[in-house]
């Protein structure tokens, strides 16, 4: 398959906003780039509201893992709402202090954020003076001081190369500087939302020394309070991932030296080619799949409120794409459960020419009772499932999946299921706690496969 071009997936954000100074951490960046790509500005009676809607589906592979999206988002908005205060300033001294968000919502299967209206000129709609943001990048780094040293060397690169350009100077070489507590202060390893600082901040302001709003700070407010250790736990580390998965690449070196403490930090930064870019390509693909473009920012998803499972569980499987499941719920007037059961049904098929083609036959019809046939005949492979329904317990209004998923234990290859679980310690009670019958029965086609990437996909070890 060809590699999906990792840079056409950007959002937008003002440079002033990038160089704010704000509490936060990796999961919360994610999020709030995502929405700002989804951001639209709608009218409530009197009133414009900035909002973004987003699916769990689409943003468990980015931000958290399919089994804790949920107990995620619900921790993350309580933190984006009681510590979201961005401190914006422009070079002439000018200063902003901002609530970011101002509701955090989820309802029928939709994330929504209302961010404050007065960050309009700042994320919508920008023409000029505004850094373009690779949302397969910044979601691959695993450290949120790689997000916003990203962002900050991006944002700084982006205004240079600008007047470059315009004079036709070829050098990539690029080279910025940062006080080292403001620096801690716009990577989060400071609190600028805490009392103390705000007090400090507000003492000073519009001129505000960074160092001494840093050591106002109570000490557990602030990390890496020695340069060796900012040094070794968060700019070697961060220098390594950008080498590894971005498009900037950067070397740095202490300047300004006040008795013992280093005030100032100066990178020179350059164009990179990614030393490990599969890492990008794979968040791309992913990227490229669940969301889809519009006309705003960026991206929205295929999934609709309610249908978001549908989506997340077949988009990919066997090749289908999130057209294809369009295209299946077209068929049969938005019933998912006919969808789902074709889908499943097509799976125990032994040979198919045109797969698509079956389940769309299947789901057109309404969805068939049972694919399996005694010596041709139909109606007695029913009566002989329904006697064993019966004996197993199996209730009668039981769905399609879990009878299908009640007969496996027949299946010839049944014990290779079982031995995985035993080799993995994992109690059969347990897998069926975790996991929905759909995902059951996907799980189990892909362990009897041997299909490791779908094995991992749901979480478990291989």
């Known amino acids: 398959m060809e590699k999906s071009n990792v840079f056409d997936m950007v959002v937008k954000k003002s440079n002033n906003m990038v160089s704010a100074t704000y509490n936060s951490t990796l999961m919360e960046n994610l999020i709030i780039l995502v929405a700002l790509g989804r951001i639209q500005e709608k009218t409530d009676g009197a009133l414009k509201e900035l909002s973004a809607e987003l699916y769990p589906s689409e943003l468990k592979q980015i931000v958290s893992d399919p ?12 933190t984006m709402l009681r510590d979201r205060v961005i ?43 505004y850094t373009t943001l690779e949302l397969s990048i910044l979601s691959s ?10 962002e900050l060397l991006k944002s700084e690169r982006g205004l240079e190369l600008s007047k470059r350009k315009k ?25 600028s939302s805490s009392e103390e600082a705000r007090i400090a901040i507000d003492s000073m302001a519009p001129d505000v020394d960074w160092d001494k709003v840093y050591e106002a700070l109570d000490p557990k ?42 005030s100032r930090i100066r990178f020179y930064t350059y164009s990179n080619v990614p030393t490990n870019p599969k890492i990008i390509d794979e968040r791309a693909e992913y990227i490229a799949k669940k969301f889809r473009s519009v006309p705003n920012q960026a991206e ?9 499972d549908l989506f997340d569980t077949y988009v990919g499987h066997n090749g289908l794409a999130a057209e294809d499941i369009k295209m299946l719920l077209d068929d049969c007037g938005g019933d998912k459960d006919i969808v789902k059961r074709a889908i499943i049904m097509a799976d125990e098929q032994e040979h198919l020419v045109n797969y698509i083609g079956w389940i769309r036959k299947c789901v057109k019809s309404g969805g068939y009772k049972t694919s399996e046939t005694m010596n041709g005949s139909k109606n007695r492979a029913e009566k002989v499932n329904d006697v ?20 496996k234990v027949d299946d010839e290859m049944y014990f290779v299921f079982a031995n995985y679980l035993k080799d993995k310690n994992i109690e059969l009670k347990d897998f069926e706690l975790a996991y929905s019958v759909e995902e059951r029965l996907i799980i189990y086609k892909a362990i009897i496969n041997g299909d490791a990437d779908v094995i991992k996909r749901y979480g478990l070890p291989v």
């Open 67 to 78: 089994k804790h999206i949920y107990r995620d988002l619900d921790r993350v908005s309580t």
């Open 87 to 129: 401190h914006i300033k422009d070079d002439k001294g000018n200063f902003s202090k901002i609530a970011f968000i101002t509701k955090v919502t989820y309802m029928n299967g939709v994330f929504k954020i209302v961010f404050n209206n007065d960050l309009k000129e700042h994320i919508l709609n920008l023409e000029r003076n």
């Open 141 to 150: 780094f695993e450290s949120n001081a790689s997000f916003r040293l990203y």
């Open 167 to 191: 004079e036709g100077n070829p050098d990539d070489e690029i080279v910025c500087e940062f006080g080292v507590s403001e620096l801690k202060f716009m990577m989060g390893l400071a609190n």
């Open 221 to 262: 407010d602030r990390k890496y309070e020695r340069f060796n250790n900012f040094k070794t736990r968060v700019l070697v580390p961060a220098q390594k991932e950008l080498q590894e998965k971005s498009n900037i690449r950067f070397e740095f070196e202490p300047i300004a030296k006040t008795g013992t403490k280093y």
């Open 300 to 308: 929205i998803p295929y999934d609709l409120p309610g249908y978001e």
């Open 388 to 407: 064993i329904d019966a004996v197993r317990g199996v209730p009668e209004e039981a769905s399609f999946q879990e009878r299908l998923w009640s007969r």
